[in-house]
C-alpha cells in the first residue's frame, strides 16, 4: 500500500490535462500548474478541491511533471524559484516526459543532493485515442524500489499498464527506442508509399495489404489510415517532439557504442520534413505532406 496522499502536477497540456483528471478522480489531494495560469485555473475550477499555483505544491508526497523535454523539466525544478526548493525531503518526483537518459541520472544526482528522489516515468498509447487516457503505460526507471512501490499506486491511476525499466534513465531510454521504431517504422511506410504511388499502385491498397499482412505496424494501421490520408493530422504528438525523441535515441546509441545509422537517419528525415513544412506545431503525421513534395506526387485523400 502506498502513503501517498497529495500530489503535485506540473504541465496541463494535451496529455498531462486527462492524466491528472485521473489523479483527481482516484481520490488523491491534488495540487496543479501550468506555465499557462488560466489554464490551471480552468482545471480546479472543472474539479472540485484541486488546488492551482505553485504555492499549492506545499506537503505534496509525489510531484509528476508532463512538460516537453529533460531541459524545460530541470528548469522547472530547479531554476530561481523552482519547485524543488518548495517540496519537502523525501518528496518523490516522477518526470513523465520524453527526456534524454544521460540528463536524467544527472537530474536524478542534483535532486539526491537535496533529500529528493527522482523516477523517470514516460508514457506511450497502444493506439491513438484521444478520450480515453488510462490507454497508456508507463516505463518506470528508479534507484529506489520502495520510491517506486510507493508511486506505482499513483501511476495506475492514470494508466493502464505499468512497467518497471530498471534503474534511473532506464525508462527515458526505453522510451526513446520505443519511439525510433515507431519512427522508423513510419519512415519506411512513407517511402513504401511514395514508391508505390509513382509505380502506379494504389495507396489505399497498399495500406490495405501492409495492415493485412507483416508490414503492418502503429503508423501504417493508425496514423496513416486516420490522420494523413484523411488530412486531419490530429494525432496529438508533434513533429518537433518527434524529431526531439530521435536525437534522443542517436544519443542514447552513441553513448552505448552500439554502431547504427538509423536513429540518426530517422532524426534528419524527420527534421527535414519539419522545417519544409514550416510550422513548429505541425502534427508528425504531416510528414505526409513533405514526402509528396519529395515524390512528386499528390495522393487521394
Not at 489554464?39 to 499555483?53: I, K, L, N, Q
Not at 501492409?210 to 494501421?221: K, L
Request: negative net charge.
Amino acid at each position: 500500500m502506498s502513503d501517498i496522499e497529495k500530489v503535485g502536477f506540473v504541465g496541463l497540456g494535451h496529455a498531462g490535462w486527462p492524466m491528472a483528471g485521473n489523479v483527481a478522480a482516484a481520490g488523491y489531494a491534488l495540487a496543479v500548474s501550468d506555465a499557462d495560469s488560466e489554464r490551471e485555473r480552468a482545471f480546479a475550477a472543472e474539479h472540485d478541491g484541486v488546488e492551482a499555483g505553485l504555492d499549492a505544491f506545499g506537503g505534496c508526497d509525489l510531484l509528476v511533471t508532463m512538460l516537453p523535454n529533460g531541459d524545460v523539466v530541470r528548469a522547472a525544478l530547479l531554476e530561481d524559484g523552482g519547485l524543488a526548493a518548495r517540496l519537502a525531503p523525501g518528496t518523490i518526483v516522477v518526470d513523465t516526459s520524453s527526456s534524454d537518459p544521460y540528463g536524467t541520472r544527472a537530474l536524478g544526482e542534483e535532486l539526491a543532493a537535496r533529500s529528493l528522489t527522482l523516477l523517470d516515468a514516460p508514457v506511450t498509447r497502444p493506439d491513438h485515442d484521444k478520450v480515453n487516457t488510462r490507454r497508456i503505460a508507463f516505463m518506470v526507471g528508479g534507484d529506489d524500489p520502495d520510491a517506486i512501490d510507493r508511486a506505482i499506486p499513483v501511476l495506475e491511476a492514470m494508466a493502464e499498464r505499468v512497467f518497471r525499466a530498471g534503474p534511473l534513465g532506464h525508462g527515458h531510454a526505453m522510451k526513446a527506442l520505443n519511439n525510433f521504431v515507431a519512427c522508423a517504422g513510419e519512415v519506411a511506410a512513407l517511402d513504401a508509399m511514395m514508391i508505390g504511388a509513382r509505380f502506379g499502385l494504389d495507396v489505399e491498397t497498399m495500406l490495405g495489404v501492409f495492415n493485412a499482412g507483416t508490414g503492418r505496424n502503429f503508423v501504417t494501421e493508425h496514423v496513416l489510415v486516420d490522420e494523413g490520408l484523411s488530412r486531419r493530422y490530429a494525432t496529438g504528438f508533434q513533429l518537433a517532439l518527434m524529431v526531439k525523441d530521435m536525437g534522443i535515441a542517436a544519443h542514447l546509441a552513441e553513448g552505448t557504442g552500439f554502431e547504427t545509422t538509423w536513429p540518426a537517419q530517422a532524426r534528419d528525415r524527420m527534421a527535414a520534413a519539419l522545417a519544409a513544412l514550416g510550422d513548429p506545431a505541425a502534427d508528425h503525421s504531416r510528414a505526409l505532406e513533405y514526402w509528396e513534395s519529395m515524390a512528386g506526387v499528390e495522393l487521394p485523400r
